[in-house]
């Protein structure tokens, strides 16, 4: 009889004290249905949560349907997380990007504007008569920034030998001038320099110029791009299963205002976002390469220094030649022979004069604003910092998205989930990278299987530095033409990474914002590349292989 009576009240506290330990579940299903879950079926205490798949809990409120729209929910949430983080970079290329194209495009044309104006203004006829010779030089130099097949020392020449032909014909105006004799009169160029040293400087001067600033802005289009993508986290089945752990499994215990620990939110993250840490060092090259262009903008040869001055540097080569023009003719008698007369004298032609007035360059007041009034220096001045703040993002995403206020803890000291329970969060945080996830406790990584998306921008990006640095030495890299790419037909360069021009070199890709330009697609074209080499290349190295 009194085992009996023992036994009963022994069933009875057990009892009780199970009803202790069970939770109400409204709290949790207010807080479910703030986000859109749906918790019809939602008992109204904790039951047991054997029947759950990533929120493994002694005592739960979801149900497996809850815990699937929770999973959801979760991935939903880690991706805009991610791209939040990395707004500021993303928009940072952009507008920048978009800054220095509007600049340099706004440059040449106010230049050419400039040109035509005090061209027109000192030597009147003869330059109207002539001036699509000058709208050629500038078309050029425009077609080369905006991604044409364009070799600008060998245009230089061109403008020059044209302008030669010209002025010859002008100052011998008396005598008949045909095609073939001009021919001769080309082949002299080099031994009778009639512009003096002008061509040569200026060449030197502007193909260092545009080399650097159009490959500038090529770079800020393909971080433009990496950015983008990277930021576009493709998360792995192990992945959505820790960020739900970590967000919303306490929920289902009743847990509705405790938030993760600082160190496992970091785990996760760092396991989620191993790809994407990877991609860190040849980015970090990438920056350093943008940085060394960017001495180029900002040196004494840099395109505003070039191109401002233009009008004035051309003037004084058509001068050169004027002044020594009976030399001049002379020598070019000597070599090509002396030519018919034209049975008119150069009064009655009405050129006596050519070029006789003297070129008035811009008084400060009058020279143009280029970009809004912004110059180079401040635009410069600008993306060096922006660059250098962007160094190592990749590998610090974990810790940006972590210290978020609404993501965890700010201390470790504070009551926080540790995937378990409300307590301290023992495992130690990883280093950052894919084999560094090799024992990651919260996330299940796969070493051997790197992201084929990071390894195409890693491509990407290691094609673009080795570009930027050959720009800072003054050297042209030209890739496959981007109309080939897109056809499919493998005709173009040849060249699998890159081919330096010197001189001979076509330019086949340049930055520029509108997708319709050539070099937006130049761009695709380049990361298409990247991404076919580094599935080609499982050790990411570039084959040179050049034409």
Not at 3 to 26: F, H, K, P, Q
Not at 502 to 518: K, M, N, Q, Y
């Amino acid at each position: 009889m009194m085992v009996g009576v023992l036994c009963a009240l022994g069933l009875l506290l057990l009892s009780c004290g199970g009803e202790e330990l069970r939770t109400n579940c409204s709290s949790a299903v207010s807080i479910w249905t703030d986000l859109g879950i749906t918790a019809e079926h939602t008992p109204e205490h904790t039951v047991t949560g054997d029947h759950l798949q990533v929120c493994v809990q002694e005592w739960t409120c979801c149900t497996q349907e809850v815990e699937e729209q929770l999973s959801e929910r979760s991935k939903h949430e880690f991706e805009k997380l991610v791209d939040e983080a990395s707004e500021d970079l993303r928009n940072t290329f952009v507008s920048r990007h978009k800054r220095f194209d509007e600049f340099f495009l706004e440059l040449l044309e106010n230049t050419e504007r400039s040109l035509n104006e005090m061209f027109v203004r000192t030597y009147g006829k003869p330059y109207m008569q002539n001036a699509e010779v000058f709208q050629g030089l500038f078309s050029e130099l425009k077609r080369y920034y905006t991604g044409g097949n364009v070799n600008l020392e060998e245009m230089l020449n061109d403008f020059w030998t044209r302008l030669l032909e010209r002025m010859f014909q002008l100052l011998n105006s008396q005598y008949l001038i045909t095609e073939e004799y001009l021919e001769c009169i080309s082949k002299y160029m080099d031994q009778l320099k009639p512009f003096g040293d002008v061509p040569k400087k200026l060449k030197s001067q502007v193909t260092r110029a545009f080399i650097a600033a159009r490959t500038f802005v090529q770079g800020l289009m393909v971080g433009r791009e990496v950015a983008n993508r990277v930021s576009k986290v493709s998360m792995s089945v192990a992945c959505v299963k820790a960020v739900t752990k970590m967000l919303y499994c306490p929920s289902c215990g009743g847990l509705t205002a405790v938030k993760p620990c600082r160190s496992y939110c970091l785990n996760v993250l760092k396991g989620c976002l191993a790809n994407q840490a990877d991609l860190d060092p040849e980015w970090t090259h990438y920056i350093d390469a943008m940085l060394l262009v960017t001495e180029r903008l900002e040196g004494p040869f840099n395109i505003e220094s070039v191109m401002e001055p233009i009008d004035v540097k051309i003037s004084e080569a058509i001068m050169n030649m004027q002044d020594k023009s009976v030399q001049l003719s002379y020598q070019v008698f000597q070599g090509c022979g002396q030519p018919k007369p034209s049975g008119m004298s150069r009064s009655a032609r009405g050129v006596s004069d050519v070029f006789s007035a003297r070129f008035r360059p811009y008084s400060p007041e009058e020279l143009p604003t280029t970009a809004a009034g912004t110059s180079l220096d401040r635009l410069v001045i600008d993306i060096k910092e922006k660059l250098k703040l962007s160094k190592n993002f990749w590998s610090s995403l974990p810790e940006g998205i972590c210290q978020e206020e609404h993501v965890a803890v700010e201390t470790e000291e504070e009551a926080c989930w540790n995937g378990q329970e409300v307590g301290r969060y023992v495992p130690e945080v990883l280093k950052d990278g894919l084999t560094q996830q090799v024992n990651n406790p919260e996330v299940s990584v796969d070493i051997t299987r790197p992201d084929s998306l990071i390894r195409q921008q890693v491509m990407a990006l290691k094609v673009m530095t080795n570009k930027l640095k050959n720009a800072y030495n003054g050297n042209d890299i030209y890739f496959q033409d981007s109309s080939d790419e897109s056809s499919g037909s493998g005709s173009g360069s040849g060249c699998m990474e890159s081919c330096v021009t010197e001189p001979d070199g076509s330019i086949t890709e340049s930055p520029v914002l509108e997708a319709d330009r050539s070099a937006e697609h130049s761009s695709v074209a380049l990361l298409h590349q990247a991404s076919a080499l580094s599935l080609i290349l499982p050790s990411l190295t570039l084959i040179h292989h050049c034409r």
